[in-house]
């Protein structure tokens, strides 16, 4: 405008007072008269200026509810974009009620819209010396617990951390750390990440208790004669089954035996105990089940081989579940003390047989209920079911999924031989076997998603929790895959 001649300038500074001055018809008319005498490079420029002049931020005149409103139905990913736009955004985008809405869609489960599920994560343990004593053990931490117990955690802070883990999951990516100690081949394993701790029993007769943190031994318990096939500890005490006949139940903290338990003519393979009952199975055909309350002790008998697993069922503790060499599955009716289903389909010797937590989640469904042009273990026609399921492994190499009417819903196929450990959670199953493999699949799809090596010797025992997997060898090696986020 400066290095216009001074009459233009004029000209020019007239004839916008004359539309500032005038009324608003005639300014339309001015426009549409304008509008008419431009070419197309002046229409272009005039779109160009117009169009930012148009825009506008629909938080900056929408009350906030509505807004938040809006953006309740933006996935993780373009929240995140949007806290990039402006302060304003910002604020709207990182607002903790739309992170919590986002954490129970997927956390614990596998959200219907994107297909992810994130890990349900324990609190965070304190640090602690080795001769400290320990916090109670627990199987989960509900949701809310996420938070800190003085000052809570953003909800986008918790949603981050377990994106993170899942996406290590999916990634294969984790470190390996390994427990050397076992002078012989280890057969049973359990840890617990909030109380930082591994037990692991082995054929050199010993329980030996490690720290998960560090991998140091703190403890080592001897007192069977023979190996030790099973384990399983809370917050107070340890329970252990052997070869020489007997379980025995320890106080881990001091590394005492408190008791021992006989009854078994037969080796115990394998126990499982709730706050109630302990059950066992054994090389004697038979299932011993302890009442601690009453003092009692009764044996189940129907199998015709070795007892290999035995679990106590959550959802209904009237129930036991148990898994032999004859191939079979049984459950069993705890009151009535007699076998109320079988399950048969696996063609070896049934090593495990897993019945589902109380409160999981799944969308198996029996092919039988499926119209014929729906493929069985497609997750997206199948709404999601509480009912409990159970899920078995054998040394056919295979894994099933079976509901509690004897009905198989899915045979999983990948190990070249036979499997022997088994585990899961909402979100996938993890098994071990003869052929030396730790395998990870995804529990909605059936597909193997990984295959871990590493082992020199058959896989004889496997643990899981969201951020870790632990698997023992015949090697006497026991092996922490970590896929935590600061691993």
């Not at 384990?231 to 320890?250: E, P």
């Not at 409990?388 to 054998?394: L, Q, R, T």
């Not at 030396?436 to 090596?453: F, N, P, Q, Y």
Request: contains cysteine; charged residues 20%; hydrophobic residues 35%.
């Amino acid at each position: 405008m400066e290095s216009l001649p001074t009459s233009d300038r004029e000209a020019i500074t007239h004839i916008w007072s004359l539309f500032s001055a005038a009324p608003a018809d005639q300014r339309t008319l001015i426009l549409k008269g304008l509008l008419s005498a431009c070419c197309m490079p002046q229409l272009s420029f005039l779109y160009d200026e117009i169009k930012p002049l148009l825009r506008i931020d629909f938080s900056s005149i929408l009350p906030r509810e509505i807004s938040l409103r809006i953006f309740s139905f933006l996935d993780a990913k373009s929240l995140c974009h949007a806290a990039q736009v402006s302060q304003a955004w910002r604020s709207l985008a990182d607002d903790d009620a739309l992170w919590h809405r986002m954490c129970e869609q997927h956390i614990d489960k596998k959200c219907t819209k994107c297909g992810w599920g994130l890990p349900l994560l324990d609190k965070r343990p304190k640090r602690r010396s080795a001769n400290t004593k320990l916090t109670t053990v627990t199987d989960g931490m509900p949701l809310r617990t996420a938070c800190g117990p003085a000052t809570r955690r953003p909800w986008k802070e918790v949603y981050s951390e377990r994106l993170v883990v899942e996406r290590n999951w999916r990634r294969n990516n984790y470190n390996v750390r390994i427990l050397q100690g076992h002078t012989d081949g280890v057969m049973c394993v359990q840890f617990c990440d909030t109380n930082n701790v591994v037990m692991t029993g082995s054929y050199d007769k010993t329980i030996r208790v490690w720290s998960l943190e560090t991998g140091e031994e703190l403890r080592r318990m001897e007192g069977h004669r023979q190996c030790v096939r099973a384990l399983q500890f809370d917050n107070c005490k340890l329970v252990t089954g052997a070869m020489d006949n007997t379980l025995k139940i320890w106080d881990w903290h001091s590394g005492r035996c408190i008791r021992t338990l006989e009854g078994h003519t037969g080796g115990v393979l394998s126990l499982h105990f709730d706050s109630r009952l302990l059950a066992s199975g054994s090389t004697d055909h038979t299932i011993r089940v302890w009442d601690f309350r009453a003092g009692a002790c009764c044996t189940l008998t129907g199998h015709n081989e070795w007892v290999n697993c035995v679990r106590i069922c959550s959802h209904d503790n009237n129930l036991l579940v148990s898994a032999s060499d004859d191939s079979t599955i049984k459950v069993w009716d705890l009151q009535s003390k007699a076998c109320i289903q079988t399950l048969q389909g696996h063609v070896g010797q049934v090593q495990v047989a897993l019945p589902s937590p109380k409160g999981f989640n799944h969308r198996l469904t029996s092919s039988s209920r499926l119209p014929g042009n729906v493929h069985p273990h497609d997750p997206k026609v199948h709404s999601l079911s509480d009912a409990p399921i159970i899920v078995s492994a054998a040394l056919d190499n295979t894994i099933k999924f079976w509901n509690f009417s004897g009905s198989c819903l899915r045979t999983l196929f990948g190990h070249v031989e036979g499997v022997w450990a088994l585990a899961f959670d909402s979100l996938r199953v993890v098994s071990g076997s003869h052929d030396r493999t730790v395998r990870i699949w995804d529990m909605e799809s059936g597909k193997c998603m990984h295959a871990l090596e590493g082992h020199s010797g058959p896989v004889t025992t496997v643990a899981l929790s969201d951020t870790k997997l632990i698997s023992a060898s015949d090697d006497g090696e026991v092996r922490i895959w970590d896929f935590g986020p600061n691993h």
